[in-house]
């Protein structure tokens, strides 16, 4: 039966594009931060829509949108989701993609008359992006009980401005208890946000879960000096060694399987060019899908820097910016979207999850899975970020195949 | 006779002293920068100091300031000189030793009843620290010729305030054309600023010149990208590159005699943890005391980032941001250093200077030497740069002796 259900491409598209003229730029693409106006203007348009499916809306009280279409049955939802706010020079289609074809899904089934067994809904998480409120994927976490209600309201922008008092000003702070609709599975629909998909020759990524990641900031004291009057063999140069442990860091990604590594920050004082510097802080992002090797890889790097602070003399101290264990998808929905992609003739990839997305919160209390589709060049968070609409249309007709088993099964 | 003759130590002490307070932190260090009040008390102390010298006292258009004790001859001057100004977080001696210890010989020459033959004149240089105005060793590039009076006067400071203007304003815009007193040599006494004296068991260095430098600033362009989602291969990382080249100019050093190298300031951008670097600038300080290995050690450097940004495919372009030729003193001159100092029992050692002085301009236009003490633990630029009161009247004696000499031969 489900191979005759169909997304409306025209409609997915335009519906989209809707959406992505709310926040706008003149570059391409879409400025919604979390909770200001641009974001309310997103959550109202989302709102009409699922107004005009009849479904039954809810909002909680971190302001996750939450449209539900009733099953014949009662008992735990099928829960398709994702995020409409967007860093400060986001996409088009990050987050926006997962909510819209649920949208579309649930109008799918609107038209061909299908009412599922189980109840099945769409999510719009609150703060996925954390680029306006700390943390990010704030919304998912509350939802599944990872943080309370009154400590997300709490949280401050970079102006002192509270997220509750922001839920109130746009109107979005809502009367049910986060977590109030029990989940039999939760599936995600995302552009990939990386090269891989569009690199192996395209199709559907069938996403088995969220890397494990660890954040080091490293600070490295050394002795600064005359660069012109101080020999080489006196210098304590805490430059150096930064370049050595990012060199090391990257070494390591040859020699340990699904090992990445990145220097995304670095920072000298006193930051003169005649001068040996003092004090360098950089950043390691260390990620693996294996929870072992990535602690092998952090383990290499804390020796190597206990090697080099003793050999030159640096001291170097460390501090955790985060750190997530590897989160497993459930192998039978990970099935699911492999089977919906055959269904429809598309080559399928099982593949992780560089990134972190409300998935992530959502397999504390669930069996979830994501779907990836191609992201061009792999930009991510990027007004340039782009997908075609065939891949768009075909990753939504993935999810609206796995959902409906998932409600009937 | 030579022999004979004796600083004063306690009175040198006492002046370096009453000079110290005036600009005085409260670090212990001092505050004079170029033509600033404090800069302006530091001259009409200094002035103060010549007249009670009975000297024929002199300012130029650039605010050199000059005490010339007359010869029994006409004829070409020795002159031994420094400077009084300070960067903004300087020590106590750094310039102002150099310029009080040549009172001190004029001194002790008038309390001997002792005339030379020849002219001998002390001369504070204007804006040798380059902390306000550009470029550093202003005062005597002028004074020989290579910066005219008028480009000079219409250098501004980072408040848009002109070198003219303030000249002007704090009185000592001079009525004398820079240079207006030949020179028979010149006798710069300075702090090393490094740790090699006092490393190598103390006594006096015997400059032989000032190494070559060239400061190099390079940009290193690559691709940003998220460093969760983008596998290793598909990155370009300009972070990566940056420090494989801090590496290599490091290893230069080892392999290229004399090669001095320090990467003093590397910035990233955009500097998130997550996300693989789009651009890095970097500097790199190269010093050799030989012009053809420093060309060597440059051309390795230029090499190395060819083939690095092939390999890598990271667009590397550099910019000089300074570039000076080995600077030789004349060797009679530093003979008579090595002579003054055996001559009271001094231990000497000749050495480069790693640093620039008013005596690389000097030896423009005349047979130039450098005399060295030991700075305690090699440090400059900071309130904490010290030197023994032995070490500083054992200086000012082989100041005292080779000047005695040279304007008398």
Chains 1, 2 share one sequence.
Request: negative net charge; charged residues 20%.
């Amino acid at each position: 039966m489900s191979t005759n259900l169909r997304i409306d491409g025209a409609r997915l598209t335009a519906r989209l594009a809707e959406l992505a003229a709310i926040g706008a730029t003149p570059e391409g693409g879409c400025r919604r931060l979390a909770l200001t106006d641009e974001d309310r203007q997103g959550r109202d348009w989302l709102v009409n829509q699922l107004e005009g499916l009849g479904l039954d809306i809810r909002i909680d009280a971190i302001g996750n949108i939450v449209g539900i279409l009733k099953g014949q049955e009662d008992g735990p939802a099928v829960i398709m989701g994702s995020h409409i706010d967007t860093v400060g020079t986001g996409g088009r289609y990050d987050g926006a993609l997962g909510v819209v074809a649920g949208v579309e899904v649930l109008a799918a089934l609107r038209d061909a008359g299908l009412v599922p067994k189980r109840d099945l809904a769409v999510i719009a998480f609150t703060n996925e992006e954390g680029a306006r409120f700390h943390p990010d994927m704030l919304g998912s976490y509350v939802w599944a009980g990872g943080m309370s209600v009154a400590a997300a309201h709490a949280e401050v922008d970079s102006d002192g401005v509270g997220l509750g008092a922001e839920l109130k000003r746009i109107g979005y702070e809502g009367a049910e208890q986060p977590g109030f609709l029990p989940a039999h599975a939760y599936l995600e629909y995302h552009i990939e946000q990386g090269p891989v998909l569009e690199n192996e020759g395209g199709g559907i990524g069938a996403v088995t879960g969220i890397q494990a990641i660890v954040w080091l900031e490293l600070t490295l004291k050394g002795r600064p000096s005359h660069a012109g009057t101080t020999p080489m063999a006196y210098r304590k140069d805490p430059g150096l060694a930064a370049a050595r442990i990012a060199i090391f860091a990257n070494e390591l990604t040859k020699t340990i399987p699904g090992q990445l590594a990145n220097m995304g920050v670095i920072r000298v004082q006193p930051a003169n060019v005649n001068v040996v510097p003092e004090t360098v802080t950089m950043t390691l992002d260390l990620r693996n899908p294996d929870d072992a090797s990535l602690a092998r890889a952090e383990e290499a790097v804390r020796s190597f820097c206990a090697e080099l602070s003793v050999r030159d003399d640096i001291a170097i101290s460390f501090r955790d910016l985060a750190r997530f264990p590897a989160t497993p998808f459930a192998e039978p929905l990970i099935a699911e979207v492999e089977r919906s992609a055959a269904e429809f003739g598309l080559p399928v990839r099982r593949m992780i999850s560089g990134a972190g997305h409300d998935a992530q919160m959502m397999s504390r209390i669930c069996p979830t899975a994501m779907i990836f589709i191609p992201s061009i060049g792999g930009l991510s968070h990027n007004p340039a970020e782009f997908s075609t609409e065939d891949d768009i249309v075909a990753g939504a007709n993935v999810l609206l195949s796995a959902a409906w088993r998932l409600a009937n099964a």
